[in-house]
């Protein structure tokens, strides 16, 4: 169809508000805050996309999903379609729709964004097509053709995820093996239901079992086997690592043993997860805090304390030892946080954490900070100021101050680590071990979803090339100093993978990470 052409003073100059649940009446479910768009809404927001030759968002893309594209197709009413392009190079539209930080990616670039105007609402655009999907029960399942080649993969997170969905669409037999009960990795255990429902994210993993790969959950991988039994006795011709960081940190100032101080890893896992906040329904009760004070103005932390107030705490503070330009939680977390009645306390510090005698919280003493010289994340750093220090009131003590990579993987197998505990892999994701590669939080650190969806995707085409199928790349460009595993007797830094093809073999012809 013949497209008028766009121009800045053409389209609609206000961008499309999604509906929103009132503050007030939110904070005491934990339904979906961002109601997101009418059909209506979104032929409106299609309407602003210019169709722009140089396609600025499509780099800004992680995964480069084709955006004038599918927002094309929306206002051409081919929802079908546009749901075929996203699902091209995205398999969890209506959860990057969700939770991506677009506004630092593809619509930072936005050429409509570039003036005066607000850039194309392109995340609520793909949500709005991931549910339609959703209901209507679309899947873009491809016809498979078995290779006979088994992979492994350790992690159910979105790295995993994406590494499996391309691994069984090249015709492996992929298995999915998931320490917790139910897979989805963080989307599932740390991202609260009134940000993204868990309905969603299970209709997104059904789509992936309907591509025929098995989730053996309750598997703590490390603990059960080992990486090197996976490649060398369970007879996985390949495996992908995506375990994420989800070690958390602590300060290691006084206070830190008493009960009440707890990581926002843990309150997010027994509220979400183990559904603590379902009690007596679920039997796993969750003792909420009635001041809740939680360090750390990331992701996690909004949604610890957003969840702190759903919970019935009835005051909740942010501690934070810069300020709000600074904090890395996406804009729009921080306005619902705010919206919601949490007290912000920047540039501020916390020194010791207060014992009520009776080994648990009663307080929390804290300094006031003032902004010195950038450091080397180039933030200015935070100085104390001398004789500021001040103390308040609070039960239950949060900490989102950051996490590291999940250890048991690094500590029970013989992969290199870097000096932090993460896998080291080359460009093309290959870890040190012939067979095995890793991707997403275990690799680069806490990161975003769509950035380990795009790791699990690129492990994905370093291991068909190893494995020798089609779709591949030149994969060990650029291999890890030092010793490298020797698959066919070569090193493989010196050779093009992707020219070397193998014929299907069995698992009980297989030994060792090379296929024999
Ligand atoms: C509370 C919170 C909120 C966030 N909000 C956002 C957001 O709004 N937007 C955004 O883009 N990003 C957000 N992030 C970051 C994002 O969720 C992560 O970057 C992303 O999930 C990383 O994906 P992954 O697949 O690498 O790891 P994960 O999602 O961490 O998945 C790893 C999986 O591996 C499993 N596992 C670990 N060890 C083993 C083992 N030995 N054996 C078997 N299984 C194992 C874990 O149980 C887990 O299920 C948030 C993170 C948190 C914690
Ligand atoms: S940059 Fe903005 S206007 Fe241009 S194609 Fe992408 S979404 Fe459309």
């Known amino acids: 169809m013949a497209v008028k052409k766009r121009t800045i003073r053409t389209i609609p100059q206000e961008r499309t508000p999604a509906r929103e649940q009132d503050a007030v009446e939110r904070v005491k479910n934990f339904r979906e805050v961002n109601c997101g768009y009418t059909q209506e809404n979104a032929l409106r927001e299609a309407e602003r996309c210019m169709y722009c030759p140089e396609q600025p968002c499509v780099a800004g893309c992680p995964v480069n999903?084709?955006?004038?594209?599918?927002?094309?197709?929306?206002?051409?009413?081919?929802?079908?379609?546009?749901?075929?392009?996203?699902?091209?190079?995205?398999?969890?539209?209506?959860?990057?729709?969700?939770?991506?930080p677009q506004?630092?990616?593809?619509?930072?670039?936005?050429?409509?964004?570039?003036?005066?105007?607000?850039?194309?609402?392109?995340?609520?655009?793909?949500?709005?097509?991931?549910?339609?999907?959703?209901?209507?029960?679309?899947?873009?399942?491809?016809?498979?053709?078995?290779?006979?080649?088994?992979?492994?993969?350790?992690?159910?997170?979105?790295?995993?995820?994406?590494?499996?969905?391309?691994?069984?669409?090249a015709g492996c037999e992929v298995t999915v093996f998931e320490a917790f009960h139910e897979p989805g990795g963080v989307l599932k255990y740390g991202i609260p239901d009134f940000r993204l429902p868990n309905e969603v994210i299970d209709a997104e993993i059904d789509n992936l079992v309907r591509l025929g790969i098995r989730f053996e959950c309750n598997t703590l991988v490390g603990r059960l086997f080992t990486i090197e039994q996976m490649v060398e006795e369970m007879g996985f011709h390949a495996v992908f690592i995506g375990t994420g960081a989800g070690y958390p940190s602590f300060m290691g100032i006084n206070g830190e043993s008493l009960n009440g101080v707890l990581s926002a890893n843990e309150l997010l896992t027994r509220c979400n997860l183990m559904r603590g906040r379902d009690f007596p329904d679920f039997d796993t009760p969750i003792q909420p805090g009635k001041r809740v004070a939680?360090?750390?103005?990331?992701?996690?932390?909004?949604d610890a304390m957003r969840v702190s107030l759903r919970l019935g705490a009835e005051k909740v503070y942010c501690i934070y030892?810069?300020?709000l330009a600074e904090a890395p939680a996406r804009i729009e977390e921080i306005h619902h946080a705010e919206e919601e009645g949490i007290?912000?306390?920047?540039?501020?510090?916390?020194?010791?954490?207060?014992?009520?005698?009776?080994?648990?919280?009663?307080?929390?003493r804290c300094i006031k900070m003032e902004l010195g010289e950038p450091d080397d994340s180039g933030r200015r750093r935070p100085v104390p100021i001398e004789g500021s220090?001040?103390?308040?009131?609070a039960d239950m003590i949060v900490y989102a101050i950051g996490t590291n990579a999940n250890p048991i993987i690094g500590?029970?197998?013989?992969?290199?680590?870097?000096?932090?505990?993460?896998?080291?892999?080359?460009?093309?994701?290959?870890?040190?071990?012939?067979?095995?590669?890793?991707?997403?939080?275990?690799v680069t650190g806490a990161a975003t979803v769509i950035e380990a969806m795009g790791a699990g995707r690129r492990a994905a085409q370093s291991m068909k090339a190893w494995l020798g199928l089609r779709d591949t790349e030149v994969v060990y460009r650029d291999p890890p100093d030092g010793p490298v595993d020797r698959p066919f007797g070569f090193d493989p830094s010196e050779h093009d993978f992707a020219l070397v093809r193998i014929p299907a073999h069995s698992a009980a012809t297989t030994t060792g990470g090379a296929p024999a």
């Open 343 to 364: 007290e912000f306390h920047w540039l501020t510090s916390p020194v010791e954490i207060l014992d009520d005698g009776n080994k648990g919280v009663r307080g929390m």
């Open 411 to 442: 500590q029970t197998s013989r992969l290199k680590l870097n000096k932090w505990g993460y896998i080291e892999t080359n460009e093309g994701l290959a870890a040190s071990i012939a067979g095995v590669f890793a991707g997403g939080d275990i």
């Open 321 to 323: 030892r810069r300020t």
């Open 65 to 100: 999903i084709d955006i004038p594209g599918f927002i094309q197709k929306i206002s051409e009413k081919n929802f079908r379609g546009a749901y075929d392009t996203i699902t091209d190079t995205n398999l969890l539209p209506a959860i990057c729709g969700r939770v991506c």
């Open 389 to 393: 220090e001040f103390e308040f009131e």
């Open 294 to 302: 939680v360090i750390g103005a990331g992701n996690t932390a909004m």
């Open 103 to 169: 506004e630092t990616q593809c619509e930072q670039v936005c050429t409509v964004g570039d003036g005066k105007l607000e850039p194309v609402a392109i995340g609520r655009l793909e949500r709005w097509v991931g549910d339609m999907a959703i209901a209507e029960n679309w899947t873009n399942i491809p016809y498979i053709e078995p290779n006979g080649l088994r992979v492994g993969i350790v992690g159910s997170g979105p790295a995993g995820m994406a590494c499996a969905a391309d691994m069984a669409k």
